[in-house]
C-alpha cells in the first residue's frame, strides 16, 4: 500500500483567490491523480499528473483553472484559481501502485470552503 | 475508462445483518476495486480482484467478479455501525466513479 498525505487538510477561502493542495506520497509511484468531490456528489476526476510531463486534464477542466506541478516522483500540488463558491469541495489526490499489483489509493483530502 | 454503477443507492440494515452491494459494468477488465468513504473523508481501498479470480475474502469483506455477466459484488457479514459508510466500485484503468451504495447501520 501507500501512505499518502495531503495539506491543508481543510481551509476556508475567500472568492477570488487561490490555494494550493500538497499531495505526498510515502514512495515512488509514476501516475498520480487529482479528484474533485462536491457535497453530496461522488468523485470527479480532474487530472492525471504523470512526472516529467504536462498534466492531463478531463473534458470540463482546464489548466489555467486548475494548475497542476509534479516536480519528482513523491509529491504532487494542484491548485484552485480565482475561486468561486461552486469550487467548494473535497479535493483528493490519488496515486496508481501498478508495479505493486494495480491498486489505487487515496489520500484523506482537502476540505475547500470558498465564501 | 469507464464507470462502475452500483446498486443498490441506499441500503439500511440491523448491525449483525449481512450487507449486499453490487457492481456492473461495461467492458472487459482486467481488474476492479472497491472503496469505503465515510463522511466527508478520503477513500479507503477495500480490496483488488482480478479477471482470473471469482471470488476474494478480506476478513468480513467478501468480493465476488463474474466476467460473463460484467458485474461484481461486495458482501460485508456482521455489519457493525462503523460500516455505515459510501461504497464505490471502480473498473480498471482510470478511476471513474459512479453514486456508489450508501450503507447505513443502525445499532
Known amino acids: 500500500s501507500a501512505v499518502i498525505s495531503q495539506k491543508p487538510s481543510r481551509d476556508i477561502c475567500q472568492r477570488g483567490t487561490s490555494l494550493t493542495i500538497q499531495c505526498q506520497v510515502d514512495?515512488?509511484?509514476?501516475?498520480m491523480f487529482w479528484y474533485r468531490q462536491q457535497p453530496g456528489q461522488s468523485l470527479t476526476l480532474i487530472a492525471t499528473?504523470?512526472?516529467?510531463?504536462?498534466?492531463?486534464?478531463e473534458s470540463g477542466f482546464v489548466i489555467d483553472k486548475f494548475p497542476i506541478s509534479r516536480p519528482n516522483l513523491t509529491f504532487s500540488t494542484l491548485t484552485v484559481s480565482n475561486m468561486s463558491p461552486e469550487d467548494s469541495s473535497i479535493y483528493l489526490c490519488?496515486?496508481?501502485?501498478?508495479?505493486?499489483?494495480?491498486?489505487?489509493?487515496f489520500g484523506p483530502g482537502t476540505r475547500l470552503t470558498v465564501l | 475508462s469507464q464507470q462502475g454503477e452500483e446498486d443498490p443507492q441506499a441500503l439500511s440494515i440491523q448491525e449483525g445483518e449481512n450487507a449486499t452491494m453490487n457492481c456492473s459494468y461495461k467492458?472487459?477488465?482486467?481488474?476492479l476495486q472497491w472503496y469505503r468513504q465515510n463522511s466527508g473523508r478520503g477513500l479507503v481501498h477495500l480490496i483488488l480482484?482480478?479477471?482470473?479470480?471469482r471470488e476474494k475474502h478480506s476478513g468480513r469483506l467478501r468480493v465476488t467478479l463474474d466476467t460473463s455477466k460484467k458485474s461484481s459484488s461486495l458482501l460485508i457479514t456482521a455489519s457493525r455501525a462503523a460500516d455505515t459508510a459510501s461504497y464505490f466500485c471502480?473498473?480498471?484503468?482510470?478511476?471513474?466513479f459512479g453514486q456508489g451504495t450508501t450503507l447505513q447501520v443502525k445499532p
Open positions: 480482484i482480478r479477471s482470473n479470480e
Open positions: 467492458t472487459s477488465i482486467n481488474n
Open positions: 514512495s515512488q509511484v509514476t501516475m
Open positions: 490519488s496515486v496508481d501502485l501498478r508495479l505493486a499489483g494495480g491498486e489505487q489509493f
Open positions: 471502480a473498473p480498471q484503468g482510470k478511476l471513474i
Open positions: 499528473a504523470n512526472q516529467g510531463s504536462e498534466a492531463t486534464y
